[in-house]
Nanobody, 121 residues
Framework: QVQLVESGGGLVQAGGSLRLSCTAS????????MGWYRQAPGKQRELVAI???????RYADSVKGRFTISRDNAKNTVYLQMNNLKPEDTAVYYC???????????????WGQGTQVTVSS
């Protein structure tokens, strides 16, 4: 079974920084795209940033220039460095990974349990 475990959330003042981490474990053959999503109260879950296995990145317009996604393939870990945080960044942040379990199997999407990020004004 595959597990994604996030860490690094918390409470920070506006203008501050946080770094989220998410590590995948289990019977993994290959991890393809990895990403971060967030869901604020009363809103739909939205994409924050995604990184491919070739380190191509894409960001939501609202976080461009402030957030940086990266990955360490040796550790099966994806990171989200969040700088200049704003109150509107407050949400539960979820990591996601497209993982194949065998050489001939396709990808399945796995999700972490979420970590709360709260930015006070």
């Amino acid at each position: 079974q595959v597990q994604l475990v996030e860490s690094g959330g918390g409470l920070v003042q506006a203008g501050g920084s946080l770094r989220l981490s998410c590590t995948a474990s289990g019977n993994i053959f290959k991890i393809n795209n990895m990403g971060w999503y967030r869901q604020a109260p009363g809103k739909q879950r939205e994409l924050v940033a995604i990184i491919t296995s070739s380190d191509i990145t894409r960001y939501a317009d609202s976080v461009k220039g402030r957030f940086t996604i990266s990955r360490d393939n040796a550790k099966n870990t994806v990171y989200l460095q969040m700088n200049n945080l704003k109150p509107e960044d407050t949400a539960v942040y979820y990591c996601s990974a497209a993982i194949s379990l065998a050489p001939v199997s396709g990808d399945s999407d796995y999700w972490g349990q979420g970590t709360q990020v709260t930015v006070s004004s």
